[in-house]
């Protein structure tokens, strides 16, 4: 099927440049441009309680507001605020309340003493105002981000004339912050993947054309890929994840340059055996098509199988990616083999060293090395990752998005100043509803239920009971003695804080308790099931294409087995490096899922492509002991290659300037290093070298030897 499919796009290989190029101009023009949210809110099913809450309060208290950003006051010289400065601010925060777009604010408000005067700092030298969130909006649209940049010019121009320095943090202004840090992390990930690829192809093909294909290709298919992407959103109102958009870079360029090595590599084998351009396309895609369609297959089934998620964060990632990879591998195997045969020999202009094959090579070596001694090489590379998976046991999931922030931005700032005076907890109050369900409920039980919550642990005030209007329902509004993004105000809200509030809702009633600590609560529930869900059903269908794939049953284990064990390496060194050794209490909690993404799926790339080289050299009559070496000698360079430049694209997120974006570029770069130099490397083609015959069970494809294996002579005659 690949060498006709090879005939046919070299054979029309202008119409299928032109297709591209029209398809892609034809989706530019007329895709929608893909938007993403962080309101984490979306991301969750209804039936967790934090939502049912959500809903109970937008039903019955459609007067409560949450807050959508907090101004912080200060004299600009640190010194304590003066009556005058007290009213200054109150002036500050009247005159910008009256002039806020209603789209996203309302009126400033300046909390108050018993005394009537505004709410000091203990020092005096801190005051604060909340800006409620506008009826339905949601605070985290393009909208609200414009309103809030608008909201700091205007500050900037009514703190004029005065002693103050006005800051804003809160949801709204910290997602503005995390845009805007976005943007430039996105354009850094940009500039440095593509100089990475064009700097690390030119070492290894010294041609300038193949430093520019890769670049060229993925420019092309990433206005396809990103169109179609955001056609799905709209189609099937997916909720992309923030930074999906960075991602899809790092895939689109790691992915596409990875197949497009897997193709090249086998290309320049085949033309220093004397084929011609064309006869050399054919005969590449024939032998490695089937490979990079498995591989590419391989990638999308793991990205498809988040669908199964109960986070719609990972609904949404899932397909996109999928969608990705999918535009990737079909201009892998139809306009990448167009455009070489197109090239010619002047692919690899200026260099004449592809045309002699290495003799002595490092990989000659390493090859040799796998091949004499399988059962050291698979203990060694083995243990090494068993040891690394060790650490994965101490893995600690934290949802402090706070971290995601960069350093020196005005939210992280003035929060860190607000939380330095305040209690930590003023800046977002934990709403607690009771649904009376119908029953009679007695102002007795209202202030015994108010006293249960103060008790509980992580609970500095309770304020309330507001009743609904026909009083069906209560709302209390808590202050946590924790940030409520933190991670202890998670443990506390899961915990003693709900324990509380369900033993001590009158009876007949139903008590939720919601609000950010509670989203996050209900996201650690869910991951917990979505792990337990989508890494087997990915495990067995990735299994099932490797089955169909090598024609074994016994192969596809331990491959399988391979892979979970680097993606277990690699969680663990990343414990290392951020919980020992950098001191973090924890790390994202999405951090296992994108190795799983990222590591396991294209650490599953990397085997089928040793494994479909090691069943070549099986097929051409070779012992298992020598096709592990011939296959580590030939599919080594392509996987050493694919792996530098897919791990240094990942290391180009540490550039993203915080601990999120650092701790995951740090994970999937050495994930792909493991997968690729020690997993793929070494320890797959030992095993298979130590399993022999047995490995190809039941369908025994390594007896099968190509009846269209010509010599060198042959093809040069």
């Known amino acids: 099927m690949f060498a006709a499919l090879g005939r046919f796009v070299t054979r029309f290989r202008w119409f299928v440049i032109a297709g591209w190029v029209l398809i892609a101009v034809i989706v530019g023009a007329t895709a929608p441009a893909l938007e993403s949210t962080q309101d984490n809110s979306e991301f969750l099913p209804d039936h967790y309680e934090s939502i049912q809450a959500l809903k109970l309060q937008e039903a019955e208290f459609s007067d409560a507001f949450s807050p959508g950003a907090i101004l912080v006051f200060e004299r600009k010289d640190g010194a304590k605020l003066t009556a005058a400065d007290q009213t200054a601010a109150v002036e500050v925060a009247t005159e910008v309340g009256s002039t806020l777009g209603k789209k996203t604010f309302q ?7 018993e005394e009537g005067k505004p709410n000091l700092s203990a020092d005096g030298t801190v005051m604060f105002g909340i800006v409620p969130l506008a009826d339905g909006a949601s605070g985290y649209d393009p909208q609200a981000f414009d309103d809030a940049e608008d909201l700091r010019k205007e500050l900037g121009d009514l703190e004029k004339g005065t002693d103050l320095e006005i800051r804003t943090t809160g949801s709204v202004p910290q997602g503005l912050d995390s845009q805007e840090s976005g943007e430039t992390t996105l354009l850094i990930v940009g500039i440095v993947t593509v100089v990475l690829i064009v700097g690390l192809l030119a070492l290894i093909f010294r041609s300038v054309l193949i430093c520019l294909l890769p670049v060229v290709t993925v420019a092309l298919v990433s206005v396809i890929a990103t169109g179609a992407i955001a056609w799905a959103n709209d189609i099937f109102d997916l909720k992309a994840d923030s930074s999906v958009q960075q991602i899809l870079i790092v895939v ?16 320049r084998e085949r033309m220093r055996q004397g084929a011609a351009v064309r006869d050399s396309v054919v005969h590449s895609l024939d032998r490695a098509g089937e490979a990079i369609a498995s591989a590419g297959g391989a990638v999308i089934v793991a990205f498809m199988a988040l669908i199964l998620s109960s986070l719609s964060i990972f609904r949404a990632i899932g397909p996109a990616l999928a969608i990705a990879v999918f535009v990737t591998l079909i201009a892998a195997l139809t306009l990448v083999p167009a455009i070489v045969s197109l090239l010619g020999k002047a692919l690899f202009w200026p260099s004449k060293s592809w045309q002699k094959e290495p003799k002595h090579g490092t990989f000659i070596k390493l090859g040799n090395t796998v091949g004499r001694h399988p059962g050291r090489t698979a203990l060694v590379s083995g243990g090494a990752m068993a040891v690394l998976a060790i650490f994965a046991l101490s893995f600690n999931p934290s949802f402090d998005f706070n971290s995601s922030l960069p350093d020196g931005v005005e939210s992280t700032e003035a929060m860190e100043t607000f939380q330095e005076h305040f209690s930590a907890g003023a800046a ?3 709403p607690v509803l009771v649904d009376t369900k119908g029953a009679d409920v007695t102002p007795a039980q209202l202030e015994t239920f108010k006293t249960a919550l103060g008790e509980a642990k992580g609970v500095d005030e309770v304020a309330g009971p507001i009743p609904s209007a026909d009083k069906s329902a209560y709302q209390y ?6 940030d409520p993004v ?3 105000a998670q443990d506390n809200v899961s915990g003693p804080i709900r324990d509380a509030a369900h033993e001590a809702a009158p009876d007949g009633t139903e008590a939720y308790v919601g609000g950010t600590p509670g989203i996050f609560a209900d996201m650690s529930s869910a991951m917990a099931r979505d792990y337990k869900v989508v890494f087997p059903v990915a495990a067995a269908v990735i299994m099932l294409i490797l089955a169909l794939l090598l024609r074994s049953l016994v192969a596809p284990w331990f491959l399988m087995a391979a892979v979970g064990l ?15 050794i950098g001191g973090e209490s924890g790390l994202i909690f999405m951090l296992p899922i994108y190795i799983y993404l990222f590591v396991t799926a294209l650490g599953t790339d990397y085997n089928i492509l040793m494994i479909a080289r090691l069943r070549e050299e099986a097929q051409e009559g070779r012992d298992p002991h020598e096709a592990a070496a011939r296959a580590v000698t030939h599919a080594g ?25 650092v ?13 690729s130099f020690v997993m793929s490397m070494f320890f797959t083609p030992a095993l298979t070298s130590l399993l022999g015959h047995a490995a190809w069970w039941p369908g025994h494809g390594d007896a099968t030897k190509h009846e269209d294996a010509p010599t060198p002579e042959s093809l040069t005659t």
């Open 107 to 113: 009126q400033v408000v300046i909390t108050q003493n």
């Open 428 to 430: 977002e109050p934990v």
């Open 566 to 580: 680097g993606f277990a390496a690699t969680l663990g060194t990343t414990v290392i490096a951020f919980q020992f």
């Open 637 to 661: 360079p392509t996987i050493a290659a694919a792996g530098v430049i897919l791990a240094g694209t990942f290391a180009s997120l540490m550039l993203g300037g915080n601990t999120l974006i």
């Open 486 to 488: 933190s991670d202890v």
């Open 252 to 267: 689109l360029y790691g992915v596409g340059t990875d197949y497009i090595l897997f193709f090249l590599f086998r290309h």
């Open 477 to 482: 509004y808590l202050t946590l003695s924790d």
């Open 663 to 675: 701790s995951m570029g740090f994970a999937l770069a050495v994930g792909i290093l493991i997968v």
